[in-house]
């Protein structure tokens, strides 16, 4: 059976934190805009990317890290999707991933990278470099995150549930 967590989000799951911070990527004053969930250890990872024939270069250097079965976490940014901008935008998804890293202790190899947003502009990097260290994570950073991805959503989305598998739950 299948229990809905009240109040539940990603950090509901053992082991995970998550956080964000305004870096200035959107328009919106004190908006969050740069956010990272974190296992405190390698879990096994599974994705859901887009079908359309245009693909952010985050996208694909998330499909990339797919391949090794697991991750440790994601980090991603609003206002600026990555998309439509040629090479620069896998060069600069890589170094966020790398900057995000750095910043827990873990390899950006071992992170996804997501970005959503205006399509045809490049990350602003500058933005990202000097902010993403005021990302600060813990076990209640769930909605902090959820409301960093957040584009033209009127509100945050997040769902918890619990189940038992093989006896564990």
Same mark, same amino acid.
């Given at each position: 059976?299948?229990?809905?967590?009240?109040?539940?989000?990603?950090?509901?799951?053992?082991?995970?934190?998550?956080?964000?911070t305004?870096?200035?990527?959107?328009?919106?004053?004190?908006?969050?805009?740069?956010?990272?969930?974190?296992?405190?250890?390698?879990? $096994?990872?599974?994705?859901?990317?887009?079908?359309?024939?245009?693909?952010?270069?985050?996208?694909?250097?998330?499909?990339?890290?797919?391949?090794?079965?697991?991750a440790?976490?994601?980090?991603?940014?609003?206002?600026?999707? $990555?998309?439509?901008?040629?090479?620069q935008?896998?060069?600069?998804?890589?170094?966020?991933?790398?900057?995000?890293?750095?910043?827990?202790?873990?390899?950006?190899?071992?992170?996804?990278?997501?970005?959503?947003?205006?399509?045809?502009?490049?990350?602003?990097?500058?933005?990202?470099?000097?902010?993403?260290? $005021?990302?600060?994570?813990?076990?209640?950073?769930?909605?902090?995150?959820?409301?960093?991805?957040?584009?033209?959503?009127?509100?945050?989305?997040?769902?918890?549930?619990?189940?038992?598998?093989?006896?564990?739950?």
């Open positions: 059976m299948i229990e809905v967590i009240k109040g539940g989000g990603i950090t509901s799951a053992e082991g995970f934190v998550a956080g964000a305004y870096a200035g990527l959107k328009t919106e004053p004190d908006s969050l805009d740069l956010g990272i969930i974190l296992s405190d250890r390698p879990a $096994n990872a599974a994705a859901t990317f887009t079908s359309n024939s245009i693909e952010s270069p985050s996208v694909s250097a998330s499909r990339k890290r797919l391949q090794r079965g697991e440790r976490g994601v980090v991603a940014n609003s206002g600026c999707a $990555n998309c439509s901008v040629g090479s935008g896998y060069t600069d998804a890589e170094e966020m991933a790398e900057l995000a890293g750095i910043h827990t202790g873990v390899s950006g190899e071992e992170l996804f990278v997501a970005s959503t947003g205006v399509i045809g502009v490049e990350l602003p990097m500058a933005l990202i470099r000097q902010n993403i260290t $005021n990302v600060t994570l813990s076990g209640d950073g769930g909605t902090d995150f959820a409301r960093s991805i957040m584009t033209t959503d009127s509100k945050h989305k997040e769902r918890a549930v619990s189940f038992v598998h093989a006896g564990k739950t």
